[in-house]
């Protein structure tokens, strides 16, 4: 007889091993490995025999297209994410931190859903009927067409959708999810792993829209095989600050769409609620006379979002000076702090600092430099930025100021939002025609910058 083998896997991210080990190689957690038989061997593969057909070889020149239709969700936040709607049979993953709102955003587009006539299934692994009723309460009035059903197992989910054939299904959590077949344990890589690759095959057979949340790790990813991301056709990650109301919805892998669009939520006590323009919510209640303080433009998708960069520099009483960001790349404002020391010789060697984007907004488009650059040296010199002040560019290595995409977009979006001085790149000059009350300042190197 031969042994039954067993393996350990990490129960926050699903990482297997043969042998225990107190730290996971993968998410870094500490003493999560769990040990559970091995499935290898076992017939799973070829037992999930549901949806597609394997089709015969064509030449793609003969296949017919239909028009790409798509469900509106009339979330227009989540719809623009999405590339215009959800697309039919495709299977789209949501990851985020506990609480942040995902259950809360799929029960509402069920909600949505319903109102135009769809066929909605809500399937839950983590909550009884009436926790959700008690959100569905919060959020309006639910109309007949929307589902609930809370299970576990797979397979059953699965002959109830080929069943009721619904237009869009939602099941929450994919890390609850088992299949008989498997012998794992729920949520680990075996188990993940089936389990969407029997949803793909039932989204693709049928038609259906699956939507599937997936818990994520300590540092950010979705749990699970990153295998998980790449067998989906889209992924978005819901984030934000726990204690801060506002949640931006953004696109990471699109197979339908651009995957630069982002959706700005705000939480509310009946549920989300669209913020359709995010700059004048991210900029309300600005300190009007503080230095350190300085608004900055990044573009997300086709939209500029108008952001605060706060920061705050002060004499280090250690030996060693403190560097913190939120919201911006910690590394990316050392460069630029080591740039400024170098170049205008400000000395930051026995400086504490610390940089802020406010509202919760994580941005990574250098765009921000010039903005992170003049927010320093205005702390540093104690010197007011005017609030009416913007400021966008991309900082070379040599304190030059590069020109980035889009300049025309962002300086109107500035004068809309009632700004009255604008630090921008010197070679965007050409690229800015027609703009009025606004003062445009072109600054050709950080040298040049007079605050
Ligand atoms: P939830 O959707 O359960 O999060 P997830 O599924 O991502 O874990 O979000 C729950 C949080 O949202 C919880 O902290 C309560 C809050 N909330 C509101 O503030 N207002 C509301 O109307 C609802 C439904 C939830
Ligand atoms: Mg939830």
Redesign the pocket.
């Known amino acids: 007889m031969p042994k039954d083998k067993t393996v350990y896997f990490c129960s926050s991210c699903g990482y297997e091993s043969a042998k225990w080990m107190g730290q996971c190689p993968g998410c870094k957690e500490w003493n999560t490995f769990k040990e559970a038989p091995s499935d290898k061997g076992s017939k799973v593969r070829t037992s999930i025999k549901r949806g597609i057909e394997s089709g015969a070889i064509v030449s793609v020149s003969s296949i017919e297209t239909k028009k790409e239709e798509r469900i509106k969700t009339n979330i227009s936040e989540l719809d623009r994410v999405l590339g215009g709607g959800i697309v039919w049979g495709s299977l789209t993953l949501i990851g ?10 799929l ?1 509402q587009v069920c909600k949505s859903l319903a109102d135009s006539n769809y066929e909605v299934l809500y399937v839950s692994g ?1 909550e009884s009927k009436e926790q959700i009723k008690l ?1 569905a309460d ?2 309006g009035k639910f109309k007949d067409n929307v589902r609930l059903y809370c299970e576990t197992n797979l397979d059953d989910i699965a002959q109830v959708i080929e069943e009721k054939k619904p237009d869009v299904v939602v099941i ?1 959590s994919i890390q609850t999810m088992y299949m008989d077949e498997v012998q794992s344990a729920p949520g680990s890589v075996s188990q993940v792993r089936e389990a969407t690759a029997l949803l793909m095959k039932l989204a693709k057979g049928l038609g259906v829209s699956i939507f599937i ?1 997936g818990h994520v790790t300590k540092d950010g990813n979705v749990a699970g095989p990153k295998m998980l991301e790449h067998m989906v056709d889209t992924v978005l990650y ?1 984030e934000g600050e726990r204690h801060d109301s506002y949640r931006v919805l953004r696109g990471v892998k699109n197979r339908f769409g651009s995957t630069n669009e982002i959706g700005v939520f705000e ?6 609620s669209e913020v359709g323009n995010p700059s004048e919510v991210l900029l309300s209640g600005r300190p009007t006379d503080a230095s350190g303080c300085v608004v900055s433009c990044s573009m997300e998708g086709t939209r500029p979002i108008f952001i605060e960069i706060q920061a705050l520099v002060t004499p280090t009483n250690f030996g060693i000076p403190r560097r913190q960001s939120t919201g911006v790349d910690y590394n990316r404002v050392n460069l630029l702090m080591a740039v400024l020391e170098k170049k205008i010789g400000l000395p930051f060697g026995n400086c504490d600092a610390y940089v802020n984007v406010t509202g919760g907004m994580k941005v990574s488009e250098p765009a921000v430099d010039m903005g992170l650059v003049i927010a320093i040296m205005s702390s540093f010199h104690n010197k007011v930025v005017s609030e009416d002040t913007v400021a966008f560019g991309e900082v070379g290595l040599s304190g030059e100021v590069r020109n980035v995409s889009q300049v025309e977009a962002r300086v109107k979006e500035a004068v809309k939002l009632g700004f009255k001085k604008c630090y921008l790149p010197a070679s965007a000059k050409k690229s800015v025609k027609d703009v009025k009350d606004i003062e445009l300042i072109y600054v050709e190197n950080i040298r040049d910058i007079r605050l």
């Open positions: 985020g931190d506990p609480g942040i709102g995902k259950s809360t955003l029960l983590e959100r919060r959020i929450d949340v819901f939480m509310c006590n009946s549920g989300l």
